[in-house]
Every structure is written in C-alpha cells, then in structure tokens.
C-alpha cells in the first residue's frame, strides 16, 4: 500500500505545483498592482483551484498502475485502500486551503463559514466518495461533472435551509459535527467497499 500511495504522491506533486505557482503568481501581481492582499481573490481562486486539483487527482487517475502493482505483493484492498487514502488526504488539504480562504475574506461573513464547517464540508466528502466508486466502475473522467453537480446541489438546497433557519440550527452545531463525522465516516466505508469489489470484477478495464 505504500508503494502505491507514494507512486500517486509522486503525480499529485506534479499536478499541484503548476496550480500553486501560478495562484501564487496571480495574487503577487495584485499585491504589486493593488498595494494590498486581495482576500476576495485568494477566496475565488482557492474555490476554482481546490475543485479543479481534486478532480484531476481524483478523476484524472486512469489506473494505469494497477497491473504493475498486482504482480508485486499488493492485494487489491491494499491497492483499493491506497487511493482512497490519496483522496481523503488531497480533500483534507484542499478544504484548509478553501478554509483559510473564507476566514481570511474581507467580507466576515460567519454564517457561510459555520455552514461550511458543520454540514457541507461532510456533505463534500460525500460526494467525492460517491463520484469516485462510480469512477472506478466506468473509468470516465466525465464523472468530475457529476462531483461538480453534487457539490452545487448540495450547497444550494442545504445552504438555503442552514441560512433561513440559521438562528435555530445553530444552537445545534454539536449535533451537525457528530452527524458531519458519521457521514465522513459511511462514505469511506462506502467508497472502499464499493471500489474494491468493482476492481476486483474488473468492470471496464478498457481504457479510452
């Protein structure tokens, strides 16, 4: 298993960089054109580049490594284990950077933050999980659309129900991080379960 964590570490490196040189370029020019950090656009550029990184690390993996590694002594719940483990921790690193994005905006808008934190960060994780047991049933990039969809979905219908009882729910925050952290935990359970059984079957192991 850590062979292939490390080998996919190796491609996120090489995916991530471009990505955090070229923000960082963007926000160093602002700053000299501007004359002050642009949180606003720290926020807007951490949004496109945590679902644009997740979805080509995610996504973009075609399973190319799957036959060299089962000739090693790599079973198919190692190899299974692996990549879902490459996902949570891209997820975990990508939802601090969108974090520190929405805590250091100028607007303070506390209300989207606290949602964030206590409902759709889980509700995220879900998605991604469940995008990915499909993926690696049907080995179609296109399934990042269906992330995306997912994402917007769930931010639009649980963000109007958190914002318009905000005053109510938020006295039940504890409650929300329990809820958010079973839900984490299910879809683990859910996307190693189901992606494990589906390389095992072999379903469409053709690759386009």
């Not at 020019?29 to 004359?35: D, N, Q």
Request: hydrophobic share 55%; charged share 15%.
């Amino acid at each position: 298993m850590k062979a292939v964590l490390y080998n996919d570490f190796k491609l996120v490196r090489n995916i991530a960089l471009p990505f955090v040189i070229f923000i960082g370029a963007i926000l160093a020019l602002s700053f000299v054109v501007r004359g002050k950090f642009p949180k606003q656009l720290f926020l807007q550029w951490a949004f496109i580049m945590v679902f644009t990184l997740r979805s080509q690390v995610v996504f973009g993996d075609k399973f190319k490594d799957f036959q060299k590694f089962m000739t090693m002594p790599v079973s198919i719940r190692d190899y299974s284990l692996a990549k879902i483990i490459k996902n949570l921790i891209v997820f975990i690193i990508t939802s601090l950077v969108f974090l520190i994005g929405m805590i250091t905006s100028s607007d303070g808008d506390r209300l989207i933050l606290n949602m964030y934190v206590n409902i759709l960060i889980a509700l995220d994780f879900f998605a991604l999980s469940l995008s990915h047991l499909i993926f690696t049933k049907y080995k179609k990039g296109l399934v990042s659309l269906l992330y995306g969809l997912l994402i917007v979905g769930f931010g639009i219908i649980f963000g109007l129900i958190y914002m318009t009882n905000y005053d109510i729910l938020i006295n039940y925050r504890p409650i929300f991080i329990v809820g958010s952290i079973i839900i984490c935990i299910l879809s683990f359970g859910l996307d190693y379960k189901y992606s494990t059984k589906y390389l095992r079957e072999g379903i469409g192991w053709k690759f386009f």
